[in-house]
């Protein structure tokens, strides 16, 4: 067995005859840090600008435990195609002891990048892709004016991403490209100006994805495909038990159909037999909380989803709408704040944004305790429609364009408790009745305080 001071021996000597990276932003460098990470795995980078024009494969079955970190004076500059950095391991099973084989932990777990920046040279440079690994952890990195930021393929498990700035990428920030991947956490980053989007987990089967306290926005193309800050689109797999916790999140309403969150349930993994008569899933188990969002086409859109709870949010600047729920269950929203602040009228939008709350073909839903005001050229604040068992409940809902709340073909449902009203200017003040109902059956609505009956 060779010692791993042999190795170190071996990658000086190697130096000494040339296979040491220059560092000058100019000199390819690929070949020396090929031949680093193949003999020492381990590889420590002194200030400078290394070039590379082709992928740094680092394959866990031959580096063993592998690493790539500098103090946060090292730049690598991708001039080809494909990911500056793809680490490769042979992890097939779940995140349980049980299932791991024992060369992964002997050899390939916790493969890390620290301290390092990746700038594309390329139109289709990627910073750093994760294949089979087991414990990637990426701290301290910066990757811009590539494509991908960090591509997550085929199978990998509890990811660690923290401290790292993802901006200005023609892609996406944080790419779940049809993974099946369980336990990732992304946490205190930045993510903002990609334009395919922030984090954006699409097909595959994914599990535990935890997203807190991070910046994200402005990840849309201006003139590119509709795009969200987050995006959770189970078409093709199955994407669940997610967490969306003290993030900011906000820009830009002026590309098309951009959304601060957007989630697509609509599940089509085989082996998931809730189906229900429906050609696809309900997928979510999703839970919002203590964000903050603003100046997108759509705040929140929630399609085809079951179990997401969204709670003690801040929306504004929904140009479309704040908050869309359509075919979907087991919805909870509450103690949320749905305003037109005056503060942001300096934005120059000339107050284009409508706002409001839509929910359309949902069952067995709670809206509850929110404030929402201020939903200016809509039918209603609130607009209800073909949804069975709510409780619509001690909301406020204020100051807005035509209806406060409208319901269509509601049935079996409470509408309890609510204030209901439009006390602008009497120029300003809506005409509409506070509360509009249309055909439904067996509600039961009481003990709300209207403005206009």
């Known amino acids: 067995m060779i010692s791993k001071s042999f190795l170190l021996l071996l990658a000086a000597a190697?130096?000494?005859?040339?296979?040491?990276?220059?560092?000058?932003?100019?000199?390819?460098?690929?070949?020396?840090?090929?031949?680093m990470f193949d003999t020492v795995g381990s590889v420590k980078l002194p200030k400078g600008t290394y070039r590379i024009t082709k992928t740094l494969k680092i394959d866990l079955t031959k580096t063993g435990y592998a690493a790539l970190s500098g103090d946060g004076t090292v730049r690598l500059v991708m001039s080809g195609p494909g990911p500056a950095l793809h680490f490769l391991?042979?992890?097939?099973?779940?995140?349980?002891?049980?299932?791991?084989?024992?060369?992964?932990?002997?050899?390939?777990?916790?493969?890390?990048?620290?301290?390092?920046?990746?700038?594309?040279?390329?139109?289709?440079?990627?910073?750093?892709?994760?294949?089979?690994?087991?414990?990637?952890?990426?701290?301290?990195?910066?990757v811009r004016e590539c494509r991908h930021a960090v591509h997550l393929s085929t199978r990998n498990r509890n990811v660690l991403?923290?401290?790292?700035?993802?901006?200005?990428?023609?892609?996406?920030?944080?790419?779940?490209?049809?993974?099946?991947?369980?336990?990732?956490?992304?946490?205190?980053?930045?993510?903002?100006?990609?334009?395919?989007?922030?984090?954006?987990?699409?097909?595959?089967?994914?599990?535990?994805?935890?997203?807190?306290?991070?910046?994200?926005?402005g990840n849309h193309a201006k003139d590119g495909p509709p795009s969200a800050n987050v995006m959770l689109d189970s078409r093709g797999g199955s994407i669940g038990e997610v967490t969306?916790?003290?993030?900011?999140?906000?820009?830009?309403?002026?590309s098309p159909d951009s959304a601060n969150i957007r989630i697509i349930g609509s599940g089509t993994d085989p082996s998931l037999l809730r189906r229900a008569g429906r050609e696809?899933?309900?997928?979510?188990?999703?839970?919002?909380?203590?964000?903050?969002?603003?100046?997108?086409?759509?705040?929140?859109?929630?399609?085809?989803?079951?179990?997401?709870?969204?709670?003690?949010?801040?929306?504004?600047?929904?140009?479309?709408?704040?908050l869309v729920v359509a075919d979907s269950s087991n919805?909870?929203?509450?103690?949320?704040?749905?305003?037109?602040?005056?503060?942001?009228?300096?934005?120059?939008?000339?107050n284009a944004e409508k706002n409001g709350v839509v929910f359309l073909?949902?069952?067995?839903?709670?809206?509850?305790?929110?404030?929402?005001?201020?939903?200016w050229k809509q039918r209603a604040a609130v607009d209800v429609q073909s949804c069975n068992r709510l409780q619509i409940a001690h909301n406020s809902i204020l100051d807005s364009d035509g209806a406060g709340l409208h319901l269509e073909e509601v049935s079996n449902s409470m509408i309890v408790g609510n204030i209901i009203r439009d006390d602008r200017e009497e120029e300003s003040r809506s005409k509409a009745p506070s509360l509009s109902v249309v055909g439904g059956k067996a509600n039961v609505i009481e003990q709300n305080v209207l403005g206009n009956k």
Request: proline share 2%.
């Open 89 to 142: 391991g042979t992890h097939e099973g779940s995140a349980a002891p049980e299932s791991f084989k024992p060369e992964v932990w002997e050899n390939q777990r916790t493969p890390m990048v620290e301290g390092i920046e990746i700038v594309g040279a390329h139109a289709e440079a990627d910073g750093i892709e994760a294949t089979g690994t087991m414990q990637i952890t990426l701290s301290r990195v910066v």
């Open 280 to 322: 696809h899933t309900r997928e979510g188990n999703v839970t919002i909380t203590a964000n903050v969002f603003s100046d997108v086409q759509v705040n929140v859109e929630v399609q085809h989803s079951r179990g997401v709870t969204i709670t003690g949010n801040t929306f504004w600047e929904g140009f479309q709408h704040d």
């Open 161 to 217: 991403i923290s401290a790292c700035h993802f901006y200005h990428n023609t892609g996406i920030g944080v790419f779940y490209d049809n993974v099946n991947l369980h336990q990732s956490n992304i946490v205190g980053s930045h993510i903002s100006y990609n334009g395919g989007g922030g984090v954006v987990s699409v097909g595959g089967n994914v599990r535990n994805l935890h997203i807190g306290t991070c910046d994200i926005e």
């Open 361 to 375: 073909r949902c069952d067995d839903s709670v809206l509850s305790s929110n404030v929402i005001s201020g939903v």
């Open 244 to 254: 969306i916790t003290g993030c900011t999140l906000q820009h830009t309403h002026k």
């Open 14 to 35: 190697s130096m000494a005859l040339g296979q040491q990276p220059v560092g000058d932003g100019k000199t390819d460098d690929t070949a020396a840090l090929q031949h």
């Open 331 to 350: 919805i909870v929203v509450t103690g949320n704040n749905f305003d037109r602040n005056p503060r942001y009228l300096v934005n120059g939008n000339d």
